[in-house]
């Protein structure tokens, strides 16, 4: 990516193999810039339904600005297939109050959708709260990019409600408007977690590293959360023979998940992740009403979809002594299909476009 004064590689993935640039209305740019990874898709346009044809990934903290970013991928589908395109709209992880400008919760730069939208000429260039994208995503989805953690019996129109961890924690409640389910977003990840016994006050004061302010689900749930929690069972029962290893991996909650069913530490460290995220989902479920689904997304919950059915999940999601029925009505999908955030941002670019 150096030509355009970015400072690492584009990776490109292609969608769709065929197709003629004549049989789209126009074309829609959509794109999720999160601590970790930017990913970036360009969409054709046909009856007013998106159709992700390439898309352009980065690392995040490899970029100084999302514009060369954006360049590239439009570079690429101006080169490769003549393609211009008039509306975009990114989701951004982190609290987005004003849709022209945002600052990503994890990463100093800041997005500026006016720069964007003049730099590139869209007709309109907009930003949302990345989990509000995601939830846009959800109903572009098959049943093959969902695996089902619980069954449920959720009834038409019912409230959804979409959570994730992955760098951070994002959630957003799905709220259907009679035509289709509308996002609201929401900043509850960094909400307090509840601490029920002393293993949980030992774990949150652990967690806060001498912070005055409480640990938060974020705290717990990301995958600094997975080294935290490994951190603090290590020192009350002590390392196992692949603890040297897992220390020196560049990616130490990947390597913890990577033994997670042969190390006794790994697996009673995702033992604990389990029934702090059960009790997290709970309460969510329980806070928006989601008996139309919870849906859990996120890199973690993608490459770890097991935990999930673990019963140390479950007992907690359920462990509610007036409302359980809510929760037994309620089915628990995770998403194993990445790109949900770009559909979800053509989605929203095709929306502001018509």
Known sequence: MKRNGAIDEMKTRIHQTEFEVGQFDGFVLGGDVGGTNTNIAVAGVRDGEASL??????????????????????????????????????????????????????LPWTVDAEEIRREFGFDEFRIENDFMILGQGIESLKEVDLFSAKGG????????????????????????????????PSEGGHADFPVQDQFDLDLADFIRGGRKAPASYEDLLSGRGIEGIYDFL???RGGTDLTAEIEEAEDKAAAISKYRTTDPLCRETFAVYARCFGRCAKNFVLEALATGGLYIAGGIAAKNREVFVMPEFSDEFLNAEKQRQILERTPVYVITNYDVSLYGACNAAVEQSD
């Open 53 to 106: 044809l390439y898309s352009a990934h980065f690392e995040s903290r490899r970029l100084f600005s999302l514009v060369p970013a954006i360049r590239e991928a439009l570079d690429y589908g101006r080169e490769k297939y003549g393609i211009e395109v008039g509306w975009g709209v990114v989701g951004v992880a982190g609290p987005v109050a004003d849709p022209r400008r945002a600052k990503p919760t994890n």
């Open 153 to 184: 019996d959720p009834a038409f129109g019912d409230g959804r409600a979409v959570i994730g961890a992955g760098t951070g924690m994002g959630k957003a409640i799905l709220v259907y408007d009679g035509k289709r389910y509308r996002p609201v």
């Open 234 to 236: 290590k020192g009350r």
